[in-house]
């Protein structure tokens, strides 16, 4: 019997630790985009705080007491809106292109990446399909789980965004596997995943070049192979204990992207292998506690969603994380919690407030 029950702190607190922890780690690395860009730096540290921190904290406390249940009334709709939103970023006026990719809105006053809209709208709107049919009929899941990951992954794959793809698929095949699916259609559907994959791999130059370097960071040092390099000598150089807080000296001319998607290399350098493992425990902790939540929800739909939530946030930052000591390819995604991206911490925090409400509601064992 199902009882309502203060939302999990246990959850809360290892958020919290991640994005107060976080913020400081991004305020180091800031430090490198200080020496760059100069006068960028105090407003990109701005609206990191107000969009992200203090502006996510407040989506988090709303989220918390919206019933998870509200969602399934809506969810059509917010996968909707999230699909027109993310194809905006192929209009002329507002959508705009970094380094050959289509990824952001730029409205004047504010530049967000609406994948993470995305995201969220395909969780929600997947856990309401596989929620409601019958686990003895594969097509009736196959189908719309076809169809939904199909939008979704065209347009991620247009932009291009292929991280961003590879993490909604993880999130899509938990949430299919946690349904209840047959083996034979689980088979399928990583089947049809390895056959994406490999295809978006062959039409896509920088994907090659990305694998070449991941089996030999060496072939192209000044080149495709820079971020692995540079990102491996910061790890290295930070030892069991690093050189301290705000001492890194990678970030300040060797390494791309400081603040976003190498954040962690220059977390390393400074706070050390230990630094790195207490990092990592905590989003373990998260990830068991979410995983832990998933499996007392009162329903399939507040379970899925919670499942998604957690693979969406686990499966980018272990690949942010595993990208720079070169256990995968290089992504280009940014590590969730800590990295640059106001309205991108913004939707993560929004997301976990889903989960805690599902907490609320969850089963007394």
């Given at each position: 019997m199902a009882k309502v029950k203060p939302f999990d702190k246990i959850t809360l607190l290892s958020v919290v630790f991640l994005v107060l922890g976080g913020f400081l780690i991004f305020m180091s690395a800031s430090l490198g985009l200080l020496a760059r860009e100069g006068p960028q730096f105090s407003q990109t540290a701005s609206s990191q705080f107000l969009i992200g921190v203090v502006g996510g904290f407040i989506a988090l406390f709303i989220a918390s007491y919206i019933p998870y249940r509200?969602?399934?009334?809506?969810?059509?709709?917010?996968?909707?809106?999230?699909?027109?939103v993310t194809l905006m970023v192929f209009l002329p006026v507002i959508g705009l292109e970094l380094n050959g990719a289509k990824r952001w809105l730029d409205l004047g006053f504010i530049t967000f990446q609406p994948a993470e809209l995305l995201k969220i709208g395909y969780v929600l709107y997947l856990a309401v399909w596989l929620s409601a049919r019958d686990t003895k009929k594969s097509l009736a899941k196959i189908i719309p789980f076809g169809i939904i990951s199909g939008i979704t992954a065209g347009i991620l794959l247009l932009q291009p965004d292929t991280g961003t793809f590879a993490v909604i698929a993880a999130a899509g095949g938990a949430m299919f596997v946690a349904s209840?699916?047959?083996?034979?259609?689980?088979?399928?559907?990583?089947?049809?995943?390895?056959?994406?994959?490999?295809?978006?791999?062959?039409?896509?130059?920088?994907?090659?070049?990305?694998?070449?370097?991941?089996?030999?960071?060496?072939?192209?040092?000044?080149?495709?192979?820079?971020?692995?390099?540079?990102?491996?000598?910061?790890?290295?150089?930070?030892?069991?204990?690093?050189?301290?807080?705000?001492?890194?000296?990678?970030?300040?001319?060797?390494?791309?992207?400081?603040?976003?998607?190498s954040i962690f290399a220059v977390y390393s350098e400074e706070f050390g292998f230990l630094g790195g493992v207490v990092l990592i425990f905590a989003f373990m902790l998260f990830a068991l506690r979410g995983l832990w939540i998933a499996a007392r929800a009162p329903d399939m739909f507040g379970g899925l969603i919670a499942v998604g939530i957690v693979i969406l946030i686990m499966s980018q930052s272990f690949l942010n994380i595993g990208s720079m000591i070169n256990i995968f390819p290089i992504t280009g995604l940014p590590l969730i919690f800590v990295s640059h991206g106001g309205s991108a911490l913004f939707m993560a925090l929004f997301s976990v407030g889903i989960l805690l409400n599902i907490s609320r509601a969850r089963r007394i064992s």
């Open positions: 509200w969602y399934k009334k809506f969810s059509l709709y917010i996968f909707a809106l999230s699909v027109l209840g699916a047959k083996i034979r259609d689980i088979a399928i559907i990583v089947l049809a995943g390895i056959f994406v994959l490999t295809l978006v791999i062959s039409v896509r130059p920088y994907a090659q070049d990305r694998i070449k370097t991941f089996f030999n960071p060496s072939v192209d040092s000044q080149g495709a192979g820079w971020q692995t390099n540079q990102s491996l000598y910061a790890v290295g150089s930070g030892g069991m204990f690093g050189r301290g807080f705000g001492q890194s000296v990678q970030k300040f001319i060797y390494l791309p992207e400081p603040t976003s998607d």
